[in-house]
Nanobody, 128 residues
Framework: QLQLVESGGGLVQPGGSLRLACVAS????????LGWFRRAPGKEREGVAC????????NTADSVKGRFTISRDRAKNTVYLQMNSLRPEDTAVYFC?????????????????????WGQGTQVTVSS
């Protein structure tokens, strides 16, 4: 069974940091482009960051640029989202997603259906 499982969410004060992790089971992420998305209360899900299959390309939403970084560890079959300088507006459920994509150096955060496997999400709350 193909699964993506997120972890690392929690409650953090404004200005703090968290690192989210997403581990794949049942398949290897080597041949996949990977993305992080989030859904804030009362809002639609939005793309946050993605990384291409070969790791040479990343895209980051303007709202988190300079604060969030996506990375992947092939040996651990894991994708990470390092979140620094967190703000209350970053409060959301964060999801990881994967797509088996033949173009090695491409990913997108603008097309959700492009991703074929999704995790269940992890809650991030930024509050004092």
């Amino acid at each position: 069974q193909l699964q993506l499982v997120e972890s690392g969410g929690g409650l953090v004060q404004p200005g703090g940091s968290l690192r989210l992790a997403c581990v794949a089971s049942g398949f290897t992420l080597d041949q996949h482009a990977l993305g992080w998305f989030r859904r804030a209360p009362g809002k639609e899900r939005e793309g946050v960051a993605c990384i291409s299959r070969n790791g040479t390309a990343t895209n980051t939403a303007d709202s988190v640029k300079g604060r969030f970084t996506i990375s992947r560890d092939r040996a651990k079959n894991t994708v990470y989202l390092q979140m620094n300088s967190l703000r209350p507006e970053d409060t959301a459920v964060y999801f990881c997603a994967a797509n088996a994509m033949p173009i090695a150096g491409y990913c997108t955060i603008g097309i959700e259906p492009w991703y074929t496997s999704w995790g269940q999400g992890t809650q991030v709350t930024v509050s004092s």
